[in-house]
């Protein structure tokens, strides 16, 4: 008797809650990689065609343009392979990039495996000095902002934030960021992700379905957009920042009204946006109605030359700047702000921050702490940069370092021999964290690189850490 088929149960074939929980990675993502991990593990093999787009978005719950655009990335990278007027179906390999490739794709948790030991040199990208949190000025700020808070605001409603709050993050903004800050037009929220989410929403109840975002680019930002019903597009990036022609070429053929844009310095490969592109933005989101989003995360943090101002000057009737403290002071203070274009007045969100955070912030902007941590920080950054950079040159004369000349993370591309997810994992296994610049993109041109950050890597160890990472590329 002939034997029948197994139904494949695709729904169990493609697990995706096992592709990450932590931050909800966009679903896109998650069917990709459930997709390529089946794949890898031979559980789907060469030659066996994939369901219909429509059938597989069914079975898996989700929407139909999540299946295509993760068939279309695998597509592109030639693991499924799609002939007209036949199914679609996993290639058959030529040969096996990387065995360990897969451990190297954008993933929501940190690198390191559960049994890690504790992180001894920490060169994670985006995480302050947190040696040096100015924990006794923020606490006097705490005291002096809730003893000037008059009884009557405790219980009153502050729906964009507290007015001082307000009033000193417009000044700072115009001060040091060249803004164009009205403070009726700044609202206080918990961050940049906080500001990302309450303008998505907004922006999908004014129609929007896209939003162009850079590619490398952070995840989280992405997937908040796509949490709330905005595809985002992905558009790359070269020496001079994201690249413009292009994005209005991609707006043009998808309708994309909006984009999420790093000017000051990308992320993460830390180029300055070109004067020529700025302009070229601006120029479309006007002749679009369209809306930037200009995350200006760790902008105060220029090493070459004065901080490259705002975008948001250039174009304060279509630019949103999303800013927060989590960088430049601490990420456990939850505060950020928007500063919006006057058409767009998101309803405030319903839980804002706490009114007693909003009057400390108030305080330590108009006392100048702010600005002075910044300054110091500065400096600290720029010594332990250069400490870096010696370090690197020591230890690996022939390495290839870009994206030095701002903020708290370079770009160390890696010698063939070397691969990302490899180096990251062996890091992890002693104490050294480290992060693949594949987790901020799916490009396979871009080489395989490593984003170190250096904000919290203790001073004491910068030549220890980086011996030790020559010690893996070795
Ligand atoms: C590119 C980028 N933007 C913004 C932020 C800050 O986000 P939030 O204010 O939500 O902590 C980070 C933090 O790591 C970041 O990497």
Redesign the pocket.
Known sequence: MQKTRPILAWETLLDLEAEGTEARPPLRDRVESALRRAIDEGRLAAGSAVPPSRTLAETLGVSRWVVTEAYGQLVAEGVLDARIGSATRVAERQELPEPTRDIDRPRPRDPAPVSAPPIRYDLR??IPDLRSTPRSRWAAALRAGLADLPDRELAAAHPFGYAPARAAVAAYLSRSRHADADPDRVTIT?????GMDILTRELHGRGHRTILVEDP??P??RGVAENNGLRPIRVPVDDDGVDTEMLAAVAARTGARAALV?PAHQ?PLGAALAPARREQLVRWAREHAGLVIE?D?DAEFRYDRRPVPALQRLAPDCVALIG????SVS?ALGL?WMLLPPGIAPAPSPSAPSLIDQAALAHFVTQGDFERHLRASRTRFRRRRQRLLDALTTELPDSSVAGIAAGMHLVLTLPSHAPASAVVDAGAAEGLALTALRRYTDAADRPDALVLGYGDLDDALVEEAVARLAALLR
């Open positions: 990208p985006g918990h961050g940049a992700t906080d680019s952070w989280r930002l790093t992320f995350d995360y927060s403290l989590s960088k990420p950020g």
